[in-house]
């Protein structure tokens, strides 16, 4: 599952290649450690609702919202068995307060029936999800009875955390807010490549035991599709630029062939480029970038991207759109200096008439005989 | 050098080669028994053919004089590249230089020593390109189809880079004409007839007799992916008809070139391999060979600046390179790009070797062109030749000690063999040892063999089903050969125990690396 | 004049070159996109088929409560399956109030049903866990009576009955069971169609369709995949088709250029004799063969790419389902789109100048 949907914010505990740690008793453990603020021990069960993808999630009501920063719109009586719904999910499948929705299993086959008893809202993906009690989530998840899937905590010593961890013999993953990933009791996580050929190829089947290997490698497989039509349009977003600027520079070479036969210096040039580019390519990068923002958050709510049960939200991140405006410049400023590095390598005669003086060919052995 | 290692064939396709052959010699006929396990090698059967006519002829012993002729093979492959060298230089220090690289250079004498269709393909198909660079003679273009038409039940992957590489001929070619505005259609047709359109026979025997190795390249996304390649080299070398052009002041070699990419790209490769296992599934670069980067690093100069005076010169081979190069590039980016798994490594690392012609061509032009501009100074000369000659030898570790090279060993020894024939004479049926030995059993005595012996010591797995198991020594050591995986390391007390638990029936072998018959006894 | 209209026509320049190649680019987006979004799909659908379902369920809709599924009909259903009604209710037991579920289960065997519990008409049997529930809640023991609300009615006095005697794996234990008959009893039109169709194995596709089923998946994971894989898919989809316009107006504009930057060619040709529908034509045979050798370059380059981004993508730690498939319909897409765009981009500008040199005699500006 992506850090963001199991983490958030929070240092996340989850199973080690040893024995099973991830139960009550660890969750109990770290509740009474010193430096440990806040404790959720959460179930994840990926469903369906209504035909919907949607990411069920066992954890107690309050504690979770404290995770995700969230508050109630309609509070329900609260209990360990009462089931919420994101503002997110509510929406997007038409359900309100007192709905009942049928899920299924995650892993192994399940159905139950959930009574909606209230509405959360968070500005976080978990606003798409259905909050339920650790029976149901168990009962979904096929778990054991006292067992979790991953316990989020707050803490503002992830040092003692690690050490108090070690100190339980607990076989775990930690990670979380600059924390490299610790294995804590176990090897690291296996190279599932070999799983990846398993289930590409079909060979051998693919037992259920693949089933989470499979999941997993699913949304990666979606982040490799977007990574890959990303790369590609920004190829093309490169050769457009470099092209445009290819065709205008080719009108301006004889008068970078007149400026070099006067005197100009190749220093002289490229600062001279880059004066009178830059602007026309921060200017051009900054309003293509904006108008971006601008249609994508026009497009919303009518037409939202949901990916994996989460509503992909639009938010302007100026982190991006500074990287997004530098990538253009860059790409610009770099097309610019290849392309008058190609003119001042010829001579000025050649730029002001436009052919290139070339040697006249010569025979390979007239060259190896002299 | 394999023979003072074993008699026996160098590289476990020699057994496989030699069953056929001696079948062929026994029954004086040639037949495809799809049950048999040996099936593959019997539907490609230029090499047993030959094999067994030499054999019959001669009265030698299909499997223990396979191995003497290898070094025939080896020393005939220099006169093609000698050709090449003086073609390309006009001088038969390029020819010198050029037969020297092929005789030496690792990775070809590797292929060159083993027993494989591969060390026949290897001597014919540069025949096959050079006849049809001069197709214009009648009686060379008739004798380059015979040659292609006779790969292509010799060896696959040898007769689709033929064929890539004699397109390569006519797409340069045809380019010209239509730049000299001398296209003429029967022209065309008649090269695409004698040339790529061989592919149409190759295509339909191999459909006929249910390949494997076809039904992997024309799987529906595979064959997309080449044709992709195809295309896009295509239009890569169309431009590559004509030589390139110099400015005035310009050398014609510079360190700084774009060619420079290329061995740079596959440096990175090898190196990628070594860190992360780019392959996932093989085994990744061994230490040995990273330990002759920088002696292939200096052959790669060579060839960089050979390709640079090729290309910015007037000659006659620069068709002949670029097609030569394009081809097994070709194949390279396929096997990359089809997906990292084992089978890719094998496209990968088997199409490298088809490079090593147009490499000892390049490689003889720079060598002329360096020993011309050294004058009489014969001091640097001499530097130069013994350098290039010490880089060659640096990397014949490559054919003779693969296990360090290449984390596979090739070698059969007599007394694994006998063991396998001990085996065959308990009528043994169902064996189970490691990767190579298990090979080696099917493809020459026959009986059902099993290679996952190491796996399920390793994971103390039952071994039940099966009748015998052959062991070595060395797997505690070296580790077992698992090929295209890595060696697995057996645990001392783990092997001691398998063979306290069951019934020695045969051992021999020095101490260290002795080898055990094992007869399986049942849990009880 | 067609053999030299040809002959102009693939006379590629420095400048001809470079048009293919933006057209190359621009179709390579499209083609490469199309692929990896149509490989998501290929690859984690197959995975999900190989790795298979739970037990065959089916509903009609997509919610199993909102279902119903004629229960006259069932009896022309062949197999062995189990019918099963469920509808939230209300039962108040040990002085609480709670929200349960009721669910009637009938077992059909070729055609008829049985029903195995409970055994009274009117018994109410709650499993162990709302048992469990009501007697930590209460801290007694569950009664041996109680009331429940269904329908908007108001049934007192149900006797509660020991829980099931087998349950299936894919129930949970929080269920409150009764007898059809009670439900229909309750209300007709409401208690009495089926909520959904519980099967040892598939059902025959002819009755699913004559009923109006659909399979709920109760393995949610691949489900869960599958419907995310479409969401994906169809947004990708949009993005392949924005991109396809883009493409469009691109090739349209580099021909435009193109011919433009050639005016001056053009004035020659009309004072060597031809004819305006001579020199389009010209230009109309180049431009088309330009977009030709740009889209089949670009698709070369889109397929390639696809395959190179899935390839390396587990290197990078992100081993992948994406199992590409010949892109056949981006391909032809591209093709048809940079033909269009490409033919009509050669024929206004070139008609336009044709004519010009024309009336005026002069060399257009």
């Given amino acids: ?370 | 050098m394999p023979l003072t290692f074993s008699p026996l064939p160098f590289g476990i396709d020699g057994f496989a080669l030699g069953r056929i052959s001696s079948d062929i010699a026994a029954r004086g006929d040639w037949r495809i028994d799809p049950a048999n396990l040996n099936s593959y090698n019997q539907k490609l059967p230029g090499f047993s053919l030959l094999w067994s006519a030499v054999v019959s002829v001669g009265g030698l012993s299909p499997l223990a004089h396979v191995q003497l002729i290898m070094p025939l093979l080896a020393s005939l492959s220099v006169i093609p590249a000698y050709l090449f060298g003086v073609k390309a230089t006009g001088r038969r220090l390029g020819g010198f230089v050029a037969g020297l690289f092929i005789v030496l250079f690792g990775s070809f004498l590797l292929l060159t020593s083993s027993v494989s269709k591969e060390a026949i393909g290897l001597l014919i198909f540069p025949v096959a390109v050079l006849l049809f660079l001069e197709r214009r003679d009648g009686r060379k273009r008739a004798l380059s189809v015979v040659l292609l038409l006779f790969l292509a039940f010799l060896h696959p992957l040898t007769t689709l880079l033929t064929l890539g590489m004699t397109s390569a001929l006519v797409v340069l070619a045809q380019r010209r004409a239509i730049a000299r505005g001398r296209f003429s259609l029967p022209s065309f047709v008649l090269d695409v007839a004698t040339g790529p359109a061989l592919a149409i026979p190759a295509w339909a025997y191999y459909s006929a007799v249910d390949l494997p190795f076809l039904a992997d390249l024309l799987a529906a996304d595979a064959l997309g992916l080449f044709l992709g390649i195809v295309v896009l080299l295509t239009a890569l070398i169309v431009p590559m008809g004509r030589p390139a052009r110099l400015r005035i002041g310009r050398r014609f070699v510079s360190p700084v070139a774009r060619g420079i990419l290329v061995p740079a790209i596959g440096i990175l490769v090898v190196l990628g391999n070594a860190r992360n296992g780019l392959f996932a599934g093989a085994v990744g670069t061994q230490s040995a060979l990273l330990q002759m980067l920088p002696a292939i690093g200096v052959l790669a100069a060579f060839a960089v600046a050979g390709y640079q005076l090729a290309r910015r010169t007037t000659n006659r081979i620069n068709d002949l390179v670029v097609a030569m190069l394009a081809a097994p590039v070709a194949l390279v980016l396929f096997g990359l790009l089809r997906g990292l798994d084992p089978e890719s490594l094998l496209i990968v690392y088997r199409s490298v070797d088809f490079l090593d012609y147009a490499f000892a061509i390049l490689i003889g032009v720079a060598f002329v062109a360096t020993w011309r501009w050294l004058g009489r100074w014969w001091p640097a000369k001499a530097v130069l030749l013994a350098g290039f000659v010490a880089a060659l030898l640096a990397t014949t570790p490559m054919a003779w000690n693969t296990p360090a090279v290449f984390g596979v060993d090739n070698v059969t020894s007599p007394q694994e063999f006998r063991a396998l024939a001990l085996l065959e004479s308990f009528g043994a049926r169902n064996v189970t040892t490691d990767q190579r030995l298990a090979d080696v059993g099917a493809m020459w005595f026959g009986y059902a063999t099993d290679s996952s012996l190491p796996v399920k010591l390793r994971d103390n797995e039952s071994l039940g089903g099966f009748q015998y198991a052959i062991a070595l020594e060395r797997w505690t050591t070296v580790g077992a050969q698992v090929h295209p995986a890595p060696n697995i390391v057996i645990s001392t007390v783990v092997f001691e125990k398998f063979l306290a638990e069951n019934r020695i029936v045969y051992s021999a072998g020095p101490s260290g690396d002795r080898i055990w018959v094992v007869q399986l006894v049942s849990p009880v | 004049m067609p053999r030299p209209i040809l002959r102009l026509a693939t006379r590629f320049t420095r400048r001809t070159r470079a048009t293919a190649w933006a057209i190359a680019f621009a179709c390579m987006v499209l083609v490469g996109a199309m692929s990896l979004a149509d490989g998501l799909a290929n690859g984690v659908g197959s995975v999900a088929n190989r790795i298979g379902t739970g037990p065959a369920v089916y509903i009609q809709g997509n919610e199993l409560l909102a279902s119903a599924i004629d229960s006259a009909a069932l009896s022309n259903v062949p197999g062995d399956f189990v019918a099963i009604r469920a509808h939230p209710a209300g039962l108040e037991i040990n002085r609480l109030t709670l929200s349960v579920f009721v669910v009637a289960l009938e077992s059909y065997q070729d055609g008829v049903g049985t029903i195995a519990f409970p055994a009274g008409p009117r018994n109410v049997s709650l499993d162990v866990g709302l048992r469990a529930q009501i007697e930590a809640e209460s801290g007694t023991p569950v009664a041996t009576s109680g009331n429940v609300s269904l329908f908007g009615l108001h049934l007192a006095d149900l006797p509660i009955v020991a829980p099931p005697p087998t349950r299936s794996e894919l129930f949970p234990d929080n269920w409150a069971y009764v007898r059809p008959d009670l439900l229909i009893a309750m209300n007709a039109t409401q208690g009495g169609p089926v909520q959904a169709i519980l099967a040892a194995a598939p059902l025959d596709p002819a009755v699913v369709a004559s009923l109006r089923l659909t399979r709920l998946e109760t393995l949610g994971a691949i489900g869960f995949v599958r419907g995310s894989i479409a969401e994906v898919q169809s947004s990708l989809m949009l993005l392949a088709l924005v991109i396809a316009v883009v493409i469009g107006l691109l090739v349209y504009a580099a021909m435009s250029l193109e011919v433009h930057a050639r005016a001056r060619e053009i004035a020659t040709l009309r004072s060597l004799g031809a004819s305006p529908a001579a020199v389009a034509g010209v230009y109309e045979a180049q431009a088309a063969v330009l977009a030709l050798a740009g889209a089949i370059l670009g698709s070369a380059l889109g397929i390639v790419a696809a395959h190179a981004v899935v390839s390396f993508a587990p290197i990078l730690g992100l081993p992948n389902l994406v199992i590409l498939s010949p892109p056949t319909p981006a391909v032809v897409l591209a093709m048809v789109i940079s033909e269009v765009a490409a033919v009509l981009a050669g024929l206004v500008p070139s008609r336009r100048a044709a004519v010009l040199a024309r009336t005026k005699g002069v060399v257009p500006s």
């Fill in chain 1, 1 to 370: 599952m992506p850090a963001r949907i199991l983490a958030g914010d929070a240092y996340l505990v989850t199973q080690g290649s040893g024995a099973y740690s991830i139960n009550e008793s660890l969750a109990e453990n770290l509740t009474l450690h010193a430096g440990v603020e806040a404790v959720s021990p959460e179930i994840l069960s990926l469903g369906t609702v209504r035909g919907e993808p949607v990411v069920v999630r066992a954890a107690e009501p309050a504690t979770f919202l404290s995770f995700e920063g969230g508050e109630w719109v309609q509070p329900g009586a609260v209990g360990n068995r009462t089931p919420y719904a994101g503002e997110g999910l509510v929406r997007r499948l038409g359900l309100a307060a007192g709905d009942d929705v049928t899920v299924v299993g995650s892993s192994v086959p399940r159905i139950a029936f959930v009574h909606i008893a209230g509405i959360y809202r968070t500005a976080t993906p978990a606003n798409d999800e259905l909050l339920v009690d650790f029976p149901m989530g168990r009962f979904l998840s096929g778990l054991g009875a006292t067992a979790f899937h991953s316990i989020r905590l707050r803490t503002s010593d992830p040092a003692a955390l690690l050490s108090f961890l070690r100190g339980l013999g607990a076989s775990v993953h930690v990670s979380g807010p600059n924390l490299p990933r610790a294995d804590i009791a176990s090897d690291p996580p296996t190279d599932e490549r070999i799983s990846n050929l398993i289930l590409r190829s079909g060979i051998g089947g693919a037992p259920r035991d693949y089933l989470s290997t499979a999941v997993s490698e699913a949304t990666t497989s979606v982040a490799v599709v977007a990574y890959g039509i990303a790369g590609l349009l920004g190829v093309l977003v490169a050769f457009g630029i470099h092209a445009a600027q290819a065709r205008a520079f080719a009108d301006r070479a004889p008068a970078v062939g007149v400026l070099r036969a006067i005197g100009a210096g190749n220093r002289w040039m490229r600062r001279r480029l880059f004066l009178e580019s830059f602007p026309l390519a921060l200017g051009a990068a900054v309003l293509g970038a904006g108008l971006g923002f601008l249609a994508e958050n026009w497009l919303q709510p009518n037409a939202s991207l949901v990916i994996f049960g989460h509503e992909v939200l639009v938010a302007f991140d100026f982190s991006t759109f500074a990287l997004v405006v530098l990538a253009v410049v860059g790409t610009s400023m770099l097309s610019g200096l290849v392309l008058l590095r190609g003119t001042l390598a010829t001579r000025p005669m050649e730029s002001i008439r436009e052919t290139p003086a070339v040697e006249s060919l010569q025979s390979l052995e007239v060259v190896l005989r002299g």
